[in-house]
């Protein structure tokens, strides 16, 4: 009895993920054949970068329960520090990446140490403040350029080898970069630390009684999730080319919020789907004269009325009742 | 006589005026079962999250194997062995029985602050987990989700979750409360069970519960302590009667 249960779970759960890895594989395989299609690779690259963005808030909210507003400051910093790196001290690009990311962890930890001494919507502000502070830096600071931001900016040779103003290489650089990013995520999610944070959102004060310092842990996904903004935002600069103020701009918090809560919070896939799909309409309204925000806001009373759970969650649902009626 | 394990001196908690606990003194003697009981408002709760740290000392002293604790945090008590449960059943809902244990166990076993492994590496927590589980008759639910319990299952498995911390006193807030009757006897036979070779300190409304289970009972009136000693020496208190009405006799 037991063991046909056992073997029943095992084979319904290898059906699961044999659908995921599936539905994964076809997904990568249409973003490595991108290229040859004729479809527009920036688009791609930019949409791919937000949803490694999206992805670290969802990291963040989805599986630590913390709900940041201010998320933005670590794509932000990620950003200019590249940038200025790139520019001005002439870097290469990889020196410039991880230097982005070391600019976002550290801001994430300090950020985070004062975020997380609140709960709940003192957080969120908290969050929102001191991105706000960071946006005002970068409109005053004389390095990150005022109004005009960083431009230009020269993408150089990766490891000094590779040219990555070549289409392709810069394509499929930033495309390791994403999945990289993404891969980490997922990484993070199915570790011991993610059962952990998975307990703590469950019941703080149980986890407290187990002998958790749950305080540790919440520091640590913020700060894991702030160097993963920040790697997305450095893999954004060498995509356009620039750091402009729209990067630390609370917009762009609102932005990838919507994203997650479009595509489903608290999946893998979720975030992904999301970015995709409002970067799309971006760039489909862009030139139509509809205003994009009018649209998204549409489909997000819509999601929240229809699909609580996201695009992704609606259809992972739906795979999961298809799954359990057979 | 044997050696005191947890002890409060002259511990006090004000909230705003309100004085929940006095100058409360208490000794738990290592391996027994030490029972709180009093009428409702009496201050057990409020002197179980102090002794626990959950809630900040307003004077006094509480010394757990002999080093004053008074300023520690709720997880470095927990850490080293002083475990408490909670008056309302407290587990994670949404993860299954085997996965409620095994988080326990993985802050003691070092699995918790690892981000880069794969959960896989979580597999070596299995055969403890299965062990506690069997132990509080649960291992047959392991892959049942907490929430789908019965009441009665939730207390196993929550002690089961305690157990995972390796204890060396545990403080179990009203055991029997929400037990149905006719699982009174067998959740009082896990607590016998989970007590051997360990302290334990509980509060319990059933004074029948109390009186089968204590080796020693405090009662507590008003946030002080109005008399101590056995079920037979406590019961014959004419204070204790008193604060009692004798309604809570079964």
Known sequence: MTTGIITALGTASSNRWGRATWLGLIALALLLAAPFTGVYTEFVLHALCLAL?????????GFGGLLSFGHVAFFGSGAYTTAYALKVWGVTPEVGIVLGMLAATALGLVFGALAIRRQGIYFAMITLALAQLLYFLFVQAPFAGAEDGIQDVTRGRLFGLFDLDHPLAIYYVVVAICLGGLAVVQRVVQSPFGHVLEAIRENEARAISLGYRVNSYKLGVFTLS??????AGSAKVLVLQLATLADVSWHLSGEVILMTLIGGVGTLAG???????????????AESGIASGMVQGALFIACVLVLRRGIWGFFADRLERARTRH | MRDIILEAREVTREFYGFTAVRAVNLQVRQGTVHSLIGPNGAGKSTLFNLLTRFLALTSGRILYKGVDIGAWNPASVAQRGLVRSFQISSLFPKLSVHENVRVALQKRRSLAHQFWRHERCLAQLDERADALLEEVGLLSHRGVRAVDLSYGRKRALELATTLALEPEVILLDEPMAGVGHEDIERVAALVRRVAQGRTVLMVEHNLKVVADLSDTITVLARGQVLAEGSYAEVSANPEVRTAYMGSRHE
């Open chain 1, 53 to 61: 963005f999206a992805s670290a808030f969802n990291l963040l909210f």
């Open chain 1, 271 to 285: 975030p992904v789907i999301g970015a995709f799909v409002l970067v799309g309409l971006d760039t489909s309204l």
């Open chain 1, 226 to 231: 702030a160097a993963l903004a920040g790697l």
